[in-house]
């Protein structure tokens, strides 16, 4: 143990206040540097897996952060610095890591899954195992493993329609149907009077692709239900038949209207005799209206010559020829 003591020197001053804790990181540096020794990765993953909640475990033993479990725990603080460093020094692959942020209760329902998982194999076929006394899951213990069953089943399963399922949780849990607690209650026949009165199974939860598909469906009937409602609001009936037409085709027909006619015009003004002749006369107008204002601005400027300023008597010049 003293080889691991290295691991905890950051520790060793908090084991006055966290009795335990000390030796409790001594032992934990030890279980994950070998678990990181294991060569089969399958193996280092269930290694890995025991790992973790044999430490939360170990953690629950101790009175002194059991009290005052929190990941601001100066304790928890030292602790969670260890399993990163010896990751980070040991692990070449995929690292082992504990984390913190969960309440005891919550890692301590995630071990009885864990475990019983773990051991339902060995329990539901002795052949398989030669340690079945030790691995045997007992009939008292599945009432409350049937209460975690149903709890977790469908925060972690989600199942489809084929078959097929993903598993959310499958450091702790397991999807499969044959794991259903009620399975293994009666092949161990452990009191067929319980069976009937209270241990209920547990029924997986709908198919999700169910859910899409009768969302569809409905969205498609509301789809089609809009599209009548517009279609009948666009054509109404009045009392002999006949059909009130759209604003907006109205205002195009309107439109449409009002530059033909306007082409109309331009067309008439611009190329027929009629049009040509009231150009003319209009050019007539406005030729004569421009030398009558020119004659009366020469008889202004000619006025306004011949007056003294003196004697105010108006003088006209005349000049003949």
């Given at each position: 143990?003293?080889?691991?003591k290295d691991h905890c020197n950051g520790i060793t001053?908090?084991?006055?206040?966290?009795?335990?804790?000390?030796?409790?990181?001594?032992?934990?540096?030890?279980?994950?540097?070998?678990?990181?020794?294991?060569?089969?990765?399958?193996?280092?993953?269930?290694?890995?897996?025991?790992?973790?909640?044999?430490?939360?475990?170990?953690?629950?033993?101790?009175?002194?952060?059991k009290s005052n479990y929190s990941y601001t725990n100066?304790?928890?603080?030292?602790?969670?610095?260890?399993?990163?460093?010896?990751?980070?020094?040991?692990?070449?692959?995929?690292?082992?890591?504990?984390?913190?942020?969960?309440?005891?209760?919550?890692?301590?329902?995630?071990?009885?899954?864990?475990?019983?998982?773990?051991?339902?194999?060995?329990?539901?076929?002795?052949?398989?195992?030669?340690?079945?006394?030790?691995?045997?899951?007992?009939?008292?213990?599945?009432?409350?493993?049937?209460?975690?069953?149903?709890?977790?089943?469908?925060?972690?399963?989600?199942?489809?329609?084929?078959?097929?399922?993903?598993?959310?949780?499958?450091?702790?849990?397991?999807?499969?149907?044959?794991?259903?607690?009620?399975?293994?209650?009666?092949?161990?026949?452990?009191?067929?009077?319980?069976?009937?009165?209270?241990?209920?199974?547990?029924?997986?939860?709908?198919?999700?692709?169910?859910?899409?598909k009768d969302i569809t469906e409905k969205s498609k009937?509301?789809?089609?239900?809009?599209?009548?409602?517009?279609?009948?609001?666009?054509?109404?009936?009045?009392?002999?038949?006949?059909?009130?037409?759209?604003?907006?085709?109205?205002?195009?027909?309107?439109?449409?209207?009002?530059?033909?006619?306007?082409?109309?015009?331009?067309?008439?003004?611009?190329?027929?005799?009629?049009?040509?002749?009231?150009?003319?006369?209009?050019?007539?107008?406005?030729?004569?209206?421009?030398?009558?204002?020119?004659?009366?601005?020469?008889?202004?400027?000619?006025?306004?010559?011949?007056?003294?300023?003196?004697?105010?008597?108006?003088?006209?010049?005349?000049?003949?020829?």
């Amino acid at each position: 143990m003293e080889k691991y003591k290295d691991h905890c020197n950051g520790i060793t001053t908090l084991n006055g206040t966290y009795k335990g804790v000390s030796n409790l990181c001594m032992k934990l540096a030890r279980n994950l540097t070998n678990v990181s020794k294991l060569e089969n990765k399958e193996k280092r993953s269930t290694g890995c897996s025991y790992f973790v909640y044999w430490v939360y475990e170990q953690l629950n033993k101790l009175y002194s952060i059991k009290s005052n479990y929190s990941y601001t725990n100066p304790a928890m603080k030292e602790l969670y610095k260890v399993v990163n460093r010896i990751n980070m020094k040991e692990f070449k692959d995929k690292g082992c890591y504990v984390y913190f942020d969960y309440t005891l209760d919550e890692w301590n329902e995630w071990k009885l899954l864990h475990d019983y998982f773990r051991n339902y194999e060995c329990t539901i076929d002795s052949k398989k195992d030669t340690n079945l006394d030790t691995c045997k899951i007992k009939c008292e213990n599945l009432n409350k493993i049937n209460e975690l069953y149903a709890k977790y089943l469908g925060k972690c399963c989600t199942y489809f329609s084929n078959g097929e399922y993903s598993n959310e949780c499958p450091e702790f849990f397991k999807c499969d149907d044959k794991y259903n607690p009620y399975e293994l209650y009666v092949h161990l026949s452990c009191d067929p009077e319980d069976i009937r009165k209270n241990f209920i199974k547990v029924e997986k939860p709908e198919f999700i692709d169910y859910y899409a598909k009768d969302i569809t469906e409905k969205s498609k009937e509301q789809s089609l239900l809009n599209r009548s409602s517009v279609t009948h609001s666009e054509t109404p009936m009045i009392a002999d038949d006949t059909p009130i037409f759209d604003l907006f085709y109205t205002f195009v027909l309107a439109a449409f209207g009002l530059l033909g006619a306007s082409l109309f015009f331009f067309v008439f003004y611009k190329f027929t005799p009629l049009g040509s002749r009231m150009q003319g006369n209009r050019r007539h107008v406005r030729i004569n209206h421009y030398e009558e204002f020119e004659q009366e601005m020469l008889d202004q400027r000619l006025r306004s010559r011949n007056v003294n300023p003196q004697n105010r008597r108006a003088r006209i010049a005349y000049q003949p020829g």
